[in-house]
């Protein structure tokens, strides 16, 4: 799967949001949400047509995803956790406790997902 850039994921996340949703009301939220113009939102669509990720279809230029939050989720994650960590896991979730305070039940949750798996 093609990398996504964070303006391309912005625009995904109104998609998600919203689909389906016409260009015109995508480049309202992204106007009203990030401040972009109608250009920009247009020329993103377009990419992210061309990269297979969103179906444009007439009338009124209607945007649908071709692939979920969840997938985009799972590469952006696998991406990060390759490039930053060697791939380690251990060494992710080290790297994300190691910044905040958990209270007892997130920490609880967090043994439920583990053991789960």
Not at 2 to 22: A, R
Not at 82 to 110: H, T
């Amino acid at each position: 799967m093609q990398k996504l850039f964070d303006s391309e994921i912005k625009v995904m996340d109104i998609i998600w949001s919203n689909e389906p949703v016409s260009a015109k009301q995508i480049s309202l939220i992204a106007a009203d949400t990030i401040g972009w113009n109608k250009n920009t939102t247009y020329t993103i669509i377009k990419k992210l047509q061309s990269k297979g990720f969103v179906q444009r279809s007439d009338p009124g230029f209607v945007c649908t995803s071709l692939v979920s939050r969840d997938e985009i989720q799972r590469t952006e994650t696998r991406s990060l956790l390759d490039k930053l960590f060697g791939g380690s896991r251990k060494a992710l979730f080290s790297a994300l406790l190691g910044d905040e305070e958990l209270s007892s039940e997130e920490i609880g949750e967090l043994r439920r997902m583990i053991e789960e798996r």
